[in-house]
């Protein structure tokens, strides 16, 4: 079987793999953009118990696998009285795993504005709140987006991850399409290829336009 | 202690048992050894190829830059999960079998070695230009400056980095499962599909990679610290 | 290409400068850095280079080092080409072999020192002579210790530069640079990066390489005095160019080209 022939007769299901792969990534990244900015500012918070529980969080998702906290999820959580249906399943782990290591980018992102920036804002009497939201937050995310575009390429290594839990993504894919033709290296070398440009070509050129978007309109560019 | 929390009220499917638990705590303890070494064998590949990778790029020749960047692009853009599969499944397809801790090891090895170049590269950048024309001023063949000079000085900066890679492909190994390596997911998949108990397995291998990676952070910043006194570049 | 035949394969006959500067020329991109430099240094002489920052003074002691590769021309040293090499009957650039062989007459000292941070005061002496000379580590030690007290510097020859004042790492270097027996030795503004207070260690253990020892010296300095009391020649760089040249008396005390006394009086307003 050429490898036209290949692509011919499997594209439908690597299409809609692919497409199932894309929804958990964007899900994962949006639940991990807000567990990570609300735990990164918890951690900063003064009070202990607030912070504690930031800590806690981070650790324990920081210090642990992607799969061990996946398959605790799906096969654990139930037990507690919480049943998550698979593909929820899946992209909760990856935004819960993704946010703890965003945590600490927010935090590094924040530390790094100038302290001159929080005493300007005190001097017009802005509320904390306000402070944050409207003089601190805007820089602290230029500061932090380089970072963030590396996390974005391991979320969106990280959804193929739910092939194991049997979500059909491009992963679940691939391993069943090479189980029933044993034509590995053309399924899998596809699949690598999926990924290599849904990375390079569309999530990086992406992020750098962010970057590039937030730097100007905070004229910084 | 915790009884009230787990109260039938509350969690009616939750039972926790001891005894079963340490049962199958033996297990548990082999596969960590298994996970262990198979993250210091990953590891070792990888210090040693990244190393390769990091000095190619260096090289001066434009082709073999090019290469080895897009090499190093690719591999740390798509899933270690994928390369694992890949590498077991299409070696048989040409003739090569590998068994699955050879396959897992070579996939991880150099998944990671493509991360390490980059702190290696990294590390060798942070090294002043002054340093170079110094060593020029002396004379100093280019392999004497690497090996006298400029490595030497690039491995401080780089050890927060290559702690934290290593810390990264010990959580990393249970993708391993997928091939039938028995580390500890492989492990605890087996004993949920013997007894259908899932809920002390998990969770030990859980607090098992826990108490493994917590104390790592504390452990890499001692360790730097000593590099740098020894070094004298405190 | 430039016609390489134009220039000779080697520098004979009585008088050979220990540098010559021969129609070099240095660009980076359109930007013409050097024009055309012509530059002899005799033996034993010590030159001093001054000019506006930008004009191209740096540059020269950084080709001369081969830092920085030329554009044009051919630079020699003790009459034997450094930037080339003679191949078949003319001139070609030079490899790294011919590098390493011409480099050896040459040393320079930085404005930021670049000691090795890893290694002591006394390490960093014997690197060159035990890595590249090849000297046993005793003969390194005997000769670095000699010139660590010859700069002052004996009893810190243990610390790490980290451990010392800049004005004492300066001075390490220079020791640095001497246990390599260069027959030419360079000299980067290196008091530009020290505390005033600290620029006198420095300038009086090159007062006395000047007084006691017959090596040729190339110096850029922003000091004018300095440069005034210890150098046999000043050369004054604008834009590219030597624009003018003398001894220190002649072009401090009378300098006969208006930017030579714009630039004197400016920084002379600046003290």
């Known amino acids: 079987m050429s490898f036209l022939e290949f692509i011919d007769v499997y594209w439908p299901r690597l299409l809609s793999g692919t497409g199932i792969t894309v929804a958990q990534f964007f899900l994962s990244a949006i639940f991990a953009v807000i567990f990570a900015l609300a735990f990164g500012l918890m951690k900063m918070s003064p009070n202990r118990l607030v912070k504690g529980v930031a800590v806690t969080y981070i650790e324990i998702f920081r210090g642990t696998s992607l799969l061990v906290q996946l398959y605790w999820i799906f096969f654990v959580l139930p037990l507690f009285g919480v049943t998550l249906e698979k593909f929820t399943a899946g992209y909760v782990a990856i935004a819960l795993n993704t946010g703890a290591y965003g945590a600490e980018l927010v935090r590094g992102g924040i530390l790094a504005v100038p302290k001159g920036q929080w005493e300007a804002a005190t001097a017009i009497n802005m509320s904390p709140a306000k402070r944050m939201w409207r003089i601190i937050l805007p820089q602290a995310l230029v500061n932090m987006l380089p970072p963030w575009g590396n996390l974005m390429i391991e979320v969106l290594k990280g959804t193929a991850l739910v092939s194991l839990i049997s979500v059909t993504d491009l992963m679940f894919e691939a391993k069943q399409i090479n189980a029933s033709t044993y034509l590995s290296a053309q399924i899998f070398g596809t699949a690598l290829l999926i990924y290599y440009i849904l990375a390079r070509f569309l999530l990086t050129p992406f992020m750098r336009w962010l970057e590039a978007f937030m730097a100007r309109k905070l004229g910084r560019a | 202690m915790f009884d009230w929390l787990f109260a039938e009220k509350w969690f009616p499917k939750f039972d926790w048992r001891w005894d079963f638990t340490w049962e199958i705590l033996p297990r548990l303890v082999e596969a960590t050894l298994n996970t262990l070494i198979a993250a210091a064998a990953g590891y070792a590949i990888a210090l040693v190829v990244g190393l390769v990778l990091a000095l190619a790029q260096r090289s001066g020749n434009r082709l073999l830059t090019f290469v080895v960047r897009e090499f190093v692009e690719f591999v740390r853009s798509t899933p270690l999960l994928l390369q694992i599969f890949f590498i077991f499944y299409v070696g048989p397809q040409f003739g090569i079998t590998l068994s699955p801790w050879v396959s897992g090891m070579i996939a991880i090895g150099l998944h990671y070695s493509c991360y390490l170049s980059e702190v290696y590269r990294g590390g060798i950048e942070s090294v002043p230009k002054g340093q170079w024309e110094a060593a020029t001023a002396l004379n100093m063949t280019t392999m004497q400056t690497y090996r006298r000079l400029i490595i030497p000085q690039a491995v401080p900066p780089a050890i927060p980095g290559m702690g934290n890679y290593l810390v990264g492909i010990f959580k990393d190994t249970p993708m391993l499962s997928v091939i039938g390596v028995a580390e500890l997911i492989h492990t605890a998949n087996a004993i949920g599909s013997e007894t259908w108990r899932y809920l002390e397995a998990y969770t030990l291998v859980g607090i098992i990679f826990l108490a493994l990676s917590l104390p790592a952070a504390g452990l890499i910043r001692a360790f730097e610290g000593f590099v740098r006194r020894k070094l004298g570049m405190n | ?271």
């Not at chain 3, 081969?66 to 630079?75: A, R, W, Y």
């Not at chain 3, 390194?140 to 790492?169: T, W």
């Open chain 3, 1 to 271: 290409m430039e016609d390489m035949s134009a220039y000779p394969q080697e520098l004979t006959g009585t008088d050979v400068p220990m540098v010559s500067f021969r129609k070099v020329k240095k660009a980076y991109g359109d930007l013409v850095v050097l024009d055309d430099l012509d530059l002899d240094v005799a033996a034993g002489e010590m030159v001093t280079v001054i000019g506006p920052s930008g004009s191209g003074k740096t540059t020269v002691l950084r080709m001369l080092m081969t830092l920085e590769q030329i554009n044009g021309g051919v630079i020699y040293v003790d009459g034997n080409p450094l930037t080339h090499m003679p191949k078949g009957g003319t001139l070609v650039e030079a490899n790294q072999r011919h590098l390493r062989k011409r480099r050896v007459d040459i040393g320079m000292c930085f404005q930021h020192f670049n000691l090795f941070p890893h290694m002591t005061a006394l390490q960093n002496c014997m690197e060159g002579p035990v890595q590249v000379l090849g000297l046993s580590k005793a003969e390194a030690r005997d000769r670095s210790e000699e010139l660590l007290e010859l700069v002052g510097m004996i009893d810190k020859k243990d610390q790490h530069p980290s451990r010392l004042s800049g004005g004492q790492q300066q001075r390490v270097a220079i020791a640095r640079a001497l246990a390599m027996r260069p027959k030419v030795m360079l000299f980067d503004e290196v008091t530009s990066a020290l505390d005033p207070e600290v620029i006198g260690e420095v300038t009086n253990v090159i007062r006395k390489l000047v007084a006691e020892h017959n090596l040729t010296m190339l110096m850029v300095t922003h000091q004018m005095g300095f440069a005034r009391d210890i150098s046999d020649r000043v050369c004054f760089f604008y834009d590219g160019k030597i624009e003018e040249q003398g001894a220190p008396a002649d072009l401090f005390g009378n300098p006969q080209k208006e930017r030579t006394q714009q630039f004197l009086s400016a920084v002379k307003e600046a003290v």
